[in-house]
């Protein structure tokens, strides 16, 4: 027979077991990364231009075509790259962060996608997204302290937010930072809300702040509602996106200046627009309207959705352009560089 002593240390024991297994099931669940093997086909022109030829006001440099058997690839609508080596992350508007790195040719044309990771996001709570309402992330933008990549910013349609998450070892982690945005855009509940999030750089008039752009949010001017995140620069502004286009995403290039892409479609054909908005037209109050930098329809192009800015590894500024496929087999994931003359 056991002594009461032992029976009481038995129930410590056998209670201190059960308070840790019911506190391990009451834990988030853990986002982990999948690995996903992609295919790249190289595109070796632009609307009849070769690599390193001019169409309309861009030089095309090369593109590549995405593919994998993986369920958790695709859907692509979000870009940044986060370092001088190429590696890039993007949103899926099924609710993951997709990690990789380009690899360049000889000519510095886009070649391969390489080590590609997808990982659940997370809400505040560390889980992973519940429903696919909560799920479709559209925008990304780099967070970056002292010219270094700290973490990623995205926005989010259908339950309109924006959220923070860290960069660990180039790959975002851990639970979101909602973001406070206007009480207009996270009321607007639609697929057609916050379609682009980008920061300006420090050569900037609105240096650090965020642009909010959204995509069908329309104005009384009949523009496309914005608004700017900023602690000096806060404030409403519009968008005037061309016939037939609206908006899917900006970047800042290097001087300050923003460039927007657009899509549309055009009789059974998608239709895209890269424009560019000097820096003094993004300010609070300005209707940023821009000039058009590019514009096409038809097979060299897909359901073109996000829009980045970076430097190749000749030293050029790149324009990179990728097309989302919305997991369907008839669409394509399609990566599209250009430059700007010099």
């Known amino acids: 027979m056991k002594t009461p ?69 695709g859907g692509l609508s979000g870009l940044r790259f986060i370092d001088n080596d190429s590696r890039a992350v993007m949103v899926s508007d099924r609710g993951r962060f997709v990690s990789g790195q380009l690899i360049y040719d000889e000519q510095v044309r886009p070649l391969s996608f390489v080590g590609v990771t997808t990982t659940p996001i997370q809400n505040s709570k560390g889980a992973d997204l519940p429903r696919a309402y909560a799920r479709d ?3 990304l933008a780099l967070i970056t302290r002292d010219g270094v990549a700290t973490g990623v910013r995205v926005g989010f349609e259908n339950l ?11 790959v975002p982690h851990g639970a979101a930072r909602p973001v406070t945005i206007p009480d207009w855009l996270s009321d607007t509940r ?13 050569t900037s008039p609105v240096a650090g702040s965020t642009l909010l752009l959204t995509e069908g949010v329309i104005d009384d001017d009949g523009q496309h509602s914005a608004y700017l995140l900023g602690r000096n620069d806060r404030g409403p502004l519009s968008y005037q996106s061309g016939a037939g286009t609206d908006p899917t995403d900006c970047a800042f290039l290097p001087n300050g200046d923003l460039v927007v892409l657009e899509r549309g479609i055009q009789l059974i054909s998608f239709h895209m627009r ?64 250009f430059s700007l003359p010099e």
């Open 5 to 73: 002593a032992i029976l009481a240390a038995g129930l410590l024991v056998a209670s201190a077991v059960t308070a840790v297994l019911l506190a391990a099931s009451l834990q988030p669940h853990a986002a982990h990364a999948e690995d996903a093997t992609v295919s790249a086909h190289q595109i070796p022109s632009f609307m009849g231009a070769g690599a390193g030829q001019r169409v309309q006001g861009v030089i095309w440099r090369g593109g590549i075509e995405l593919r994998s058997s993986s369920d958790t690839f």
């Open 190 to 202: 639609t697929n057609q809300t916050l379609e682009a999030v980008c920061i300006a750089p420090s």
């Open 274 to 337: 890269l424009k560019r908005v000097p820096a003094a037209e993004v300010r609070p109050g300005a209707q940023m309207v821009g000039e058009t930098l590019l514009e096409s329809t038809g097979a060299d192009i897909d359901n073109m959705e996000a829009v980045a800015v970076h430097t190749a590894p000749d030293g050029s500024t790149r324009i990179t352009i990728v097309s989302d496929n919305n997991f369907n087999d008839w669409e394509r994931s399609l990566l599209l560089e």
């Open 137 to 139: 992330a559209e925008a």
């Open 160 to 170: 309109t937010r924006v959220a923070d998450f860290d960069l660990v070892n180039g």
